[in-house]
């Protein structure tokens, strides 16, 4: 199995990198693939551009060989789809199962992503639980997909909605950025070859 993980990474955090670690293991993936967003079509722009936040997850990344950086999104004009992103992905991994991993925050604007409902065409879906934020009420379509236990997941290649604890670090880029524009110091909030690289390129000196 292969897991997904999507988001701006302006600026990658432990928040990310401890929970795609922790489900890599919890699921047995094979790898999981970190997708940094081009262009991504429900929030603002991003503040670092897509190859700063590129090299930066690269940084993050280059001693742990289960975690793979995906560049599939920035090669791709346009806004970034995941429903894009699962499909291209379909098609090289034929049966493979595919674990799209989404934090609790993202899963509630579920029905704001493009062509939300074909995700699960493509691949499950598991959300992550994170500090702060309730689980919306599932409608009669998401509740047709959940499933009980991994052993589901492992047995279908896509269609399947499952829940997963990880370690709550309550982490944001947001926050990272604010303590970087206020001049403050982000050690142990992130790896330190990405502080590293935000001094470096001055980046985040402004909220
Ligand atoms: P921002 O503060 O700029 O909104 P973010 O820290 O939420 O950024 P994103 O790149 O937007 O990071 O998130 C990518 C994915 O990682 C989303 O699915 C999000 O829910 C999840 N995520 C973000 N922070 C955490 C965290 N601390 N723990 C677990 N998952 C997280």
Same mark, same amino acid.
């Given at each position: 199995m292969i897991g997904i993980f999507g988001g701006?990474?302006?600026?990658?955090?432990y928040g990310h990198l401890r929970s795609a670690l922790e489900v890599k293991d919890i699921f047995g993936l094979s790898q999981v693939r970190l997708i940094p967003s081009a262009?991504?079509?429900?929030?603002?722009?991003?503040?670092?551009s897509a190859l700063m936040r590129l090299q930066m997850l690269e940084l993050a990344v +280059?001693? +742990?060989?289960g975690l793979t950086v995906d560049t599939r999104e920035l090669n791709r004009p346009g806004p970034s789809y995941m429903v894009d992103t699962l499909k291209s992905l379909r098609q090289e991994c034929n049966d493979e199962p595919l674990l799209l991993f989404i934090g609790s925050d993202a899963f509630n604007h579920l029905k704001s992503w493009h062509q939300w409902r074909h995700l699960f065409d493509f691949a499950h879906i598991v959300v992550m639980t994170r500090p702060g934020a309730d689980v919306q009420h599932l409608d009669d379509f998401l509740k047709a997909r959940l499933a009980g236990d991994i052993t589901e997941l492992v047995h279908n290649t896509a269609g399947k909605l499952y829940f997963q604890q990880v370690?709550?670090?309550?982490?944001?880029a947001t926050a990272i950025r604010q303590m970087v524009a206020k001049q403050q110091n982000p050690g142990f909030l992130l790896p330190d070859a990405v502080i590293a690289y935000i001094r470096q390129h001055t980046l985040y000196q402004r909220t």
């Open positions: 701006t990474f302006d600026p990658v955090h262009q991504p079509p429900h929030r603002e722009q991003p503040a670092a +280059q001693d +742990q060989p370690t709550q670090l309550d982490i944001s």
